[in-house]
């Protein structure tokens, strides 16, 4: 099973609501990431997890809270988002020596 | 710091020629190279990588070689599918305990029948 899993696949919410996303993997693997990718853009890093414990956090807004409850899943919660926050969340895992990394197929998010 | 230049896009081609989408990099050390695609409303899908000089990736029909002397990794595919429409993206990663992929801007491709 080579399968990262996003759901949901949509989310819209409105900017007073308080919303999750959440990210499964099976593979083994102890480092798992969230990406926010804008249209027409490569994916941006948002945090790294690596054995559970959050080793990067590329200065994201508070309002992006992300929590690891144990190796195989990864949650974003949001909070009193912005439009601008609108785009396609990816979730990605691997192992924390490897380069490479799997991707889930996203959330995409609308914030209205 | 480490950055990616990818050739700008988009790319246009008729089904059956041969594809070249350029890149190079500029790393601390020894980099890992990656080629990503994104299908429309996907996530990204790891295409090939190449972890030392000269190594070649390959998958799918597409090749990419790690030139450390040019730091190039061009990604080459001889007869092009109307299914190989899509971004394909470029990355590094220096697996100095630094788990960052570093990306390209990505180009889009797109394959006329």
């Known amino acids: 099973d080579t399968e990262v899993t996003q759901t949901p696949k949509h989310l819209v919410m409105g900017m007073t609501n308080k919303k999750s996303l959440k990210c499964e993997q099976h593979?083994?693997?102890?480092?798992m990431y969230w990406y926010k990718q804008k249209a027409k853009k490569p994916p941006e890093l948002m945090f790294v997890?690596?054995?559970?414990?959050?080793?990067i956090n590329e200065s994201v807004p508070s309002r992006f809270s992300p929590e690891c409850p144990n190796s195989s899943l990864l949650n974003l919660h949001l909070h009193a988002l912005q439009p601008e926050d609108s785009a396609l969340y990816l979730c990605?895992?691997?192992?924390?020596?490897?380069?490479?990394?799997?991707f889930g197929a996203g959330t995409r998010l609308s914030v209205l | 710091g480490d950055s990616v230049t990818q050739m700008e896009g988009p790319v246009t081609l008729s089904e059956e020629a041969f594809l070249t989408i350029n890149c190079t990099y500029t790393?601390?050390?020894?980099?890992?190279l990656f080629w990503y695609v994104q299908y429309p409303g996907e996530g990204l899908q790891l295409l090939l990588k190449?972890?030392?000089?000269?190594d070649k990736g390959s998958n799918k029909g597409f090749e990419a070689t790690y030139r450390k002397e040019t730091t190039s990794f061009h990604l080459e595919k001889g007869s092009v599918q109307v299914s190989d429409s899509a971004v394909y993206f470029c990355?590094?990663?220096?697996?100095?305990?630094?788990?960052?992929?570093?990306f390209g801007t990505g180009t889009r491709l797109t394959i006329i029948p």
């Open positions: 790393a601390t050390g020894y980099p890992s």
């Open positions: 593979m083994g693997h102890r480092a």
């Open positions: 190449a972890t030392k000089a000269d």
């Open positions: 990605a895992s691997s192992q924390p020596w490897d380069g490479y990394q799997y």
């Open positions: 997890y690596s054995y559970e414990k959050l080793s």
């Open positions: 990355a590094l990663s220096t697996n100095f305990g630094n788990e960052k992929l570093t």
